[in-house]
């Protein structure tokens, strides 16, 4: 073979090979990545097999997650029906309330001063819990001082322990007030207690106000209006209880000018600085007590200036607290003139100097009297009084009481009454140092025998009086001091007690005469008439004695009454009652039961009464008081003589 062929054989064979290679080089590479594509396939299986159980985790927690919600709702869901259970369980069978428990408080609106008064403190649980360790506070008034109380206090409370469900109780506390009248009083209760199945405290308070009034002790100070220098001066102070209940330990107190010095007392007195004080240890009711005073002024001071003319005194009562402190009830003042006359003359009526009242019932006492201060005997005295009643005449000169018979005469000043030396012994003469007085009376006209036309003009009326002495034939009178009087109004209440009404037919209920441990029921009636004045703070205070029984059947026309266990008083207030409203009427039943020891004896059905009334027009306090009332029925013309208790009958005997 050539080589030309050779070589091309040559060629060819190395081209085969060549194009063998390629092709065993391309099926390695398809293998590779067929190889490749089948592990991308296995990883895309496995990719998909591990989100499949992501998910399946993904699912199972969120089944979880829902199962421990809906547990917990459900459980949360039982445990609030078990509290909401508890609670209606609790509430059906512990239905405390805070308003169950009631704490109230009875006493009076208003007590004098120094007089014993007692209160009364109900507490109540009207609930179904009982309630434990329970304690009543008492917080007291300013001015009250504790006397007794039941059950015995401790401290200032009492322990009640255990208040059971629908139980009720009640303490009480007896005391006085001494304090000053402008002071607020007022009692302060706080009940303290722990509930059944509780485990705090609840409290409750309840307060009740009380005003104070003064004493019903007037004071009344007689002293001339004039004197002089160096000359004894006398001073009256009358003290009256006016009230129900007798007072005990209070003073009299008298505050005089620096330049007046204090000589002899009716009674021993006790000085501090300008004033002296009396201990009064006891006045009963109605009672009267007089404490006589002479004093003087000094000469070491210019009397003629005007401002030394006029001195003032100031008589007081009060009571003394425990700290010896007074506590002043009423107080006065009157003035003493200096002068240089010679006679000193000083007229009185209705015990006033100045001013005062008088009751349209009353008569008008007036007292004129002539003391001879100079050195000398003076002679041949002539003396005239002066009475103006304005706008009309009230006074009955018909009836006039007079031992001297003074000469009557109407001047434009009013109605004058002289007497003088020629028929009245006492003015011819008057020796140094000699005093002596006139004293007449003068009735007030009966309001029937007024002229009806004028009654109206009652409204204002008042008295004026004063007096002129003339003496040795001066033509210059020494002049007394004036006096107007203003008439009060005609108030007036009375009270009757009756079985039978006014044809015969019976109103009370029970045996007449009463029987022994048996109920008799009587009624009483209280009119309070009025015609001249207004009046305002309107109070009549009865006591009901011993057997006698508040029944609180009333009726009233107008006004509030109370009746306050403590000290069994009954209460009739009235605020104002005008003069158009004429009268105010009550009407109460009251039950007596006597007992076997009180056979064979009248009975009390009603203690004294009082009543307190202020007269708009002459702005004066009008107190009156009224006697018992017993089963004899006065007032009853079918139930009279009916009143003494009878044995009662048995018919086992």
């Not at 085969?16 to 390629?22: A, G, I, N, V, Y």
């Not at 009256?240 to 330049?259: A, I, Q």
């Not at 015609?531 to 029944?551: A, C, G, M, N, R």
């Amino acid at each position: 073979m050539s080589k030309k062929a050779k070589k091309k054989n040559h060629k060819k064979h190395s081209s085969s090979q060549l194009t063998e290679k390629k092709n065993f080089h391309l099926e390695g590479i398809h293998e590779i990545f067929s190889h490749k594509d089948r592990a991308d396939e296995s990883s895309s299986e496995l990719k998909d097999d591990t989100n499949i159980i992501a998910d399946i985790i993904n699912e199972e927690r969120d089944k979880r997650k829902w199962r421990i919600i809906l547990f917990a709702s459900i459980f949360l869901s039982i445990c609030a029906i078990a509290a909401i259970a508890g609670l209606l369980y609790f509430n059906a069978y512990n239905p405390f309330a805070e308003e169950n428990i009631i704490l109230n408080i009875d006493g009076p609106d208003k007590t004098k001063v120094g007089e014993e008064i007692t209160y009364t403190i109900d507490y109540q649980n009207t609930g179904e819990v009982s309630i434990h360790n329970t304690k009543l506070i008492i917080n007291e008034p300013h001015g009250f001082n504790l006397i007794s109380s039941i059950p015995e206090i401790s401290g200032h409370s009492f322990d009640l322990g255990t208040i059971e469900a629908r139980e009720k109780g009640s303490v009480e506390i007896t005391g006085e007030f001494l304090d000053n009248l402008e002071t607020t009083q007022v009692l302060s209760t706080t009940i303290i207690f722990m509930p059944n199945n509780f485990n705090s405290e609840f409290s409750i308070t309840s307060k009740f106000y009380t005003v104070l009034e003064p004493l019903p002790i007037t004071i009344q100070p007689n002293a001339p209006p004039t004197t002089t220098v160096d000359q004894d001066t006398s001073l009256e102070f009358a003290i009256t209880n006016n009230g129900l209940k007798p007072y005990k330990n209070f003073r009299l107190l008298l505050n005089f000018p620096p330049n007046f010095t204090v000589g002899h007392s009716s009674t021993d007195y006790f000085t501090d600085d300008n004033q002296i004080y009396w201990e009064i240890e006891n006045i009963e009711p109605d009672q009267e007590i007089i404490i006589d005073l002479i004093g003087r002024f000094n000469s070491n001071f210019d009397y003629f200036i005007d401002q030394n003319q006029e001195q003032s005194f100031k008589i007081s009562t009060a009571l003394v607290n425990t700290d010896n402190e007074n506590i002043i009830q009423e107080e006065q003042e009157f003035t003493i003139n200096i002068t240089a006359e010679p006679i000193n003359l000083s007229l009185i009526a209705n015990g006033q100097n100045i001013t005062g009242t008088i009751d349209f019932e009353d008569n008008v006492n007036i007292s004129i009297s002539f003391d001879n201060k100079s050195e000398d005997t003076i002679n041949n005295l002539s003396l005239d009084l002066i009475i103006a009643s304005q706008p009309i005449e009230i006074l009955d000169w018909n009836n006039l009481d007079d031992d001297y018979f003074g000469q009557l005469e109407k001047t434009d000043a009013g109605t004058k009454l002289t007497w003088n030396f020629n028929n009245v012994e006492v003015l011819e003469s008057l020796r140094s140092g000699e005093k002596d007085n006139i004293n007449i009376i003068i009735p007030i006209l009966p309001l029937d025998d007024i002229n009806y036309n004028q009654i109206s003009s009652l409204e204002n009326v008042t008295l004026h009086a004063f007096a002129n002495l003339y003496y040795n034939d001066n033509p210059d009178p020494i002049k007394s001091n004036s006096v107007e009087l203003n008439v009060n109004s005609n108030v007036q209440l009375d009270i009757e007690a009756k079985y039978y009404n006014s044809d015969g037919s019976a109103i009370g209920q029970g045996p007449i005469p009463p029987l022994a441990e048996e109920t008799t029921s009587y009624y009483l009636t209280f009119n309070l008439s009025n015609e001249l004045h207004e009046l305002k703070d309107i109070t009549i205070k009865s006591t009901l004695p011993p057997k006698v029984f508040w029944t609180d059947d009333y009726d009233v026309s107008v006004g509030q009454v109370k009746y306050t266990p403590g000290d069994r008083t009954i209460t009739w207030s009235i605020n104002r009652l005008p003069v158009s409203a004429k009268s105010a009427n009550l009407t109460l039943k009251l039950d007596l039961k006597p007992s076997n020891n009180d056979v064979g004896k009248l009975m009390k059905l009603l203690e004294y009464s009082n009543l307190s009334v202020t007269d708009i027009i002459t702005n004066d306090t009008i107190s009156q008081t009224y006697g018992i009332i017993t089963t004899n029925l006065e007032s009853d013309r079918f139930g009279i003589g009916k009143g003494i208790i009878q044995e009662s009958f048995s018919p086992f005997q």
